[in-house]
């Protein structure tokens, strides 16, 4: 089973930049369609980005569309996701995640089997 571990987290203002990264062991990252969720305080975890093995295709929440990227890096077993033009709502703990289900949707969190321990954003106002 694959390892994950994120970082990249941290405390900017709105309108700021954050840079995700998430670092793959156990196997090899291009084995999966991965995945970036996350979950705010007294909420439900939400499905952010996902991307294919072969990266040839992206997927993204409309909250976040048009301001997030993702992106891997297959020989560096690394997925990224780059966030812009952040706002306070987006704060919340994200968590990468491999998929390892084809039976549910990429954008449903029961598709996904292997978690990172997720790492904190905060925006402030």
């Known amino acids: 089973q694959v390892q994950l571990v994120e970082s990249g987290g941290g405390l900017v203002q709105a309108g700021g930049s954050l840079r995700l990264s998430c670092a793959a062991s156990?196997?090899?990252?291009?084995?999966?369609?991965m995945g970036w969720f996350r979950q705010a305080p007294g909420k439900e975890r939400e499905f952010v980005a996902a991307i294919r093995r072969s990266g040839g295709s992206t997927y993204y929440a409309d909250s976040v569309k048009g301001r997030f990227t993702i992106s891997r890096d297959n020989a560096k077993n690394t997925v990224y996701l780059q966030m812009n033009s952040l706002k306070p709502e987006d704060t919340a703990v994200y968590y990468c995640a491999a998929r390892t289900s084809y039976i549910t949707s990429v954008y449903s969190e029961t598709a996904f089997g292997s978690w990172g321990q997720g790492t904190q954003v905060t925006v402030s106002s």
């Open positions: 156990g196997r090899t990252l291009s084995s999966y369609d």
